[in-house]
Each structure stands twice: as structure tokens, then as C-alpha cells.
């Protein structure tokens, strides 16, 4: 971890009390290998890009458990880490938010993890011997999601061109439940 990492994530929190939780930024540290470098550039560019943009609106999507800093009490209001789910933190993130909590992300909190360097320790096969046939097409993931993407934002962004403001502005909510 670096040595400022905590600082950077009490600092972002200090903001404001409506924030619950702040994510820290992941970077890959060992990067020999294909594999490796494909993690390192999803990490960086990617997981990095979408917490940046989310920040800006305070619903980080994701506030992972490799480094996240987490008001307790928040915490303990929606029930804690759930045992039973298999990504508890991004569970527990969305909890939080809808609790109406914010989130947010530090990137200059830093942490270094390591990834596996092979298909082999990457992939179990003993868990689903299709696997290896499932990955072929991921290379293509990158290009086919910021693809979909554009091409949502630009028609979006056309039809509300086209079709000029509205008489009613409109609100986005995320509903509340008690609970």
C-alpha cells in the first residue's frame, strides 16, 4: 500500500458526512505476460474511468475490498457484509447508496495487488471445463463495450439535440427502502 493511501481515502471521506464509503485505486504490479498487461489496462483505464465519472455524482458503483475506507456506522445501519454473497463488497456498496448514502473514490490511494500471470492459475478447470472455450472472445470485450457505449451516448445525445429541452425538467432518483 502506499504510504499516504489512508490519508488520501480519510481526507475524500472528510468531505462530507453523507459519505459512506470511499474506494481506494488498484494498480497491478506484476506485469510480464499478456494476461498480466491485459488486467493492468483494464485496471487502470477502465475500473479507474468508470469510479472517476461515478465520483463526480458520489455513487461509485464498486468499493472494493483490496482498499476501501468505510464509515462503521453506515455500515452497521444496513446490516453489514452480507457472508452468503460472492461479491460482498459491491453488495454492500449498493446497500449503502440506496440507503441514500454517497460513495467516492480516492485515486491517489493507492494499492498494489498481484494478478494471475496465466491462463492456468487464472481459470480453474476442475470448476467448469467449458471455460477455456468461453474465454476466446475475451479480447474482443474492450472493443464491443465502449463500442456499445458511444453509440448509446451519441444516440441519446442526438435525439435530445433534435428534439430540444423539454418543458419539465427531468429528476433521476434512486428509490429509497427502509430497512
Given amino acids: 500500500m502506499h504510504p499516504a493511501a489512508v490519508r488520501y481515502l480519510v481526507v475524500r471521506m472528510l ?19 499478456l494476461i498480466t498487461v491485459m488486467q493492468m489496462l483494464e485496471t487502470a483505464s477502465l475500473i479507474g474511468l468508470m469510479r472517476r465519472t461515478h465520483a463526480l455524482a458520489g455513487r461509485v458503483g464498486t468499493v472494493a475490498g483490496v482498499l ?17 454473497m460472492a461479491t460482498e463488497d459491491i453488495e454492500l456498496t449498493w446497500r ?26 487464472l481459470v ?14 475475451l479480447p474482443v470485450y474492450p472493443l464491443a463495450y465502449w463500442t456499445l457505449n458511444a453509440c448509446a451516448a451519441l444516440t441519446s445525445q442526438a ?21
Fill in 15 to 33: 468531505r462530507s458526512p453523507r459519505y459512506a464509503a470511499i474506494a481506494g485505486s488498484p494498480r497491478v504490479t506484476n506485469r510480464r505476460g
Fill in 68 to 84: 476501501g475506507l468505510f464509515r462503521r456506522d453506515a455500515v452497521l445501519a444496513v446490516g453489514g457484509y452480507d457472508a452468503t
Fill in 96 to 121: 449503502l447508496l440506496q440507503a441514500g448514502h454517497l460513495t467516492g473514490f480516492a485515486p491517489n490511494a493507492l494499492v498494489g495487488m498481484q494478478v494471475p500471470q496465466n491462463l492456468r492459475t
Fill in 124 to 137: 480453474d478447470l476442475r470448476l467448469d471445463r467449458q471455460l477455456p472455450l468461453a474465454c476466446l472472445p
Fill in 159 to 179: 435525439r435530445g439535440l433534435i428534439g430540444g429541452p423539454r418543458k419539465k425538467r427531468v429528476v433521476w432518483d434512486i428509490e429509497r427502502t427502509d430497512g
